[in-house]
């Protein structure tokens, strides 16, 4: 098998789109990132994208000029490893012929590695997995690690996994860029069954289609009211029934165009959905009460509007009150870096009114024509995908979910794929409770038909086949229940941040942070940014006096930001879902230590944090001289356990006087692994002979810690 668009892109350091296009230039028929090139395309394209000395003879610069690249030659480099490989690849010989000594025994799954590029020594070389989904064991076979080494470099990344767990695409991948080796995967049932899906549109086949918009801003600023005035008004006459019913998400005629509304207003649900990776929203309307004003969760939706680079329009709602004051919030906005157009600026700004409706209409036609610069397009032929906005179990219709069509169109009948849910679709319902045929995209539909009840934030896509869908949704679930810890790897952390820009993969340290009052976060935001370097910007992307809130942790989620509080608390929603989301998350009393921590993250130098934990507690009831061993303790143990391999403190009254690790373990003249709770045992210290009749042992392991979590 070839290799794949989007591989041989990577490698060649190239955008999919770019490689395509370039490919197309050569004659190289190719219609999607997911085509498979034969190794004639390969060297080809890789002959074309050399620096071109040998075709156009390249001026030879000036001696006392360094040669500059063109932008070309910069690109077309072949993609660097940056970290060294641990075991080099002496030749690009297939591994099965000439195994190097240290590979590990005859693996499960061959590998077969074949040379890429003879004589370019940097580029990966190729290791063809046999099978898609592979076990620690299975992989470290795979790549010629022993299970310890390998188990090793997962834990540096901070995936935690056993021998017999599955690992991850990604996590196989990072693993192998170290080594330098690229993997090639089989294609998946599911990569084959979503080819139509990876391919690109054709640009002559694409269609405008109408933005969708989510209401965003501090409580009790008039979101639901502004939702619930257009829902109740924005009834063409000849149209029956009104949009009454909540599907979470409708769809409202403006002139000739369509705007579509999330129902479920504010930035939490806005975020959550981001961070189940669902991109949904293309606008975002800010609403801010004239008598209010700015407040702190309008910065927050601000933020996360940025966060999502999703483009923001300002609704001043309230406007009938007599103490709307408009020049005060723009004057709060202009300081916010959304300077209104009527000052100047470019931020597009309605006063409106959910109570009278003044400037409603003004606002959705607002919509549309800043939409109109967004050149939102979609493809009405393409099988239909797009997401999911929420989902229940109802007593008569069973499974039902409103999804969002993103593109291609969705119709009854169509085999779909939603989540670790299948089905084929039953009925169709419009925002009305009308049924309907079919649903272009940005439509968004209740959906029935599936097999079980998906999570908001699925992505759902039609298939050839209802048993293709089947079969994916049925392993994807298993592969859930399977996988109750996740070997997955969690989002950035201060321990793995300068890996990451070592590897080329951030160039960008985002943050959230959090202080108790306005003065210290400033300082400390002042301080953290001049941490930034040419290599690596540190990004604030968003900060607010106050504790760490949920909100804050699913915005670190989404946008893969590490979130550091000052003085703060962090309530216990937000300490259960950063340890949900892995998100790393950190807090500190002294401004230094924030200084120092990110530093040393940014340079390499952060030390793995290691943690003890308690295993067991014995007591010394007895010594003995045992020749060549010393003294031995005859000990009961009086909790928990001790194991050969745990660390002992030896406590005597209330000092501790000795550290050291176990020299035996012994019950009844036999070598033990572990002794439990209440059970006597021989144990000696390696290095220690001074132990007395009534001294504790405390027994513990050293764990790398996964991440800091905050102190309550
Ligand atoms: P949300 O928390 O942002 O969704 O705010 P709501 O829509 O629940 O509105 C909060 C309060 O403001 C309610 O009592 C509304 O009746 C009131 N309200 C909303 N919009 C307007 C408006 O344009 N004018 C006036 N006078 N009151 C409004």
Redesign the pocket.
Known sequence: MGIRVYQLAKELGLESKELMSRLQKLGIKVSGHMNSLGEDSVSKIKDALKPSAKKEPVKKPAADKKPVLTKKEKVVKPATPVSVPVQKPASSVAVVQAPAPVLAPAPAVAPVVTPVVSGAPQIPKKVILKKFSLTVKDFSQNIGLTVPELIKRLMKRKVFATINQTLEKTVMEEVALELNLSLEFPQSVEEIALTAHNELDDPKELVSRGPVVTFM?H???????LLDYIRKTRVAAKETGGITQHIGAYQVQIGEGKVTFLDT?GHEAFTALRARGANATDVVVL?VAADDGVMPQTIEAIDHARAANVPIVVAI??C??PTANLDRIKTKLAELNLLTEDWGGKTVAIPV???TGTGVDTLLEMLLLETDLLELKANLKKPASGVVIEAKLTGERGAVATVLVQNGTLRIGDPVLCGSRWGKIRALWNDRLQTVQEAPPAMPVEILGLSGVPEAGDKFYVLPGVEQAKEIATKRLARKEELGVRATRSHVTLEDLYQQIKEGKIKELKLITKADVQGSLEVLNQIITRLGTEEVKVNIIHSGVGDISESDIMLAAASDAITIGFHVRVDFNAQASAARERVDLRTYDIIYEVENAVRAAMEGLLEPEIQEQMVGKAEVIETFNVPKAGTIAGCKITDGKIHRKALLRVIRGKDVIFKGKIGSLRRFKEDVREVLQGVECGLGIEGFNEIHKGDLLEAYEEIEKERKLARN
């Open positions: 801003g409580v009790d600023h008039g979101k639901t009211s207003p609403v709602n309230k009938d009150l009114s959910a109570k």
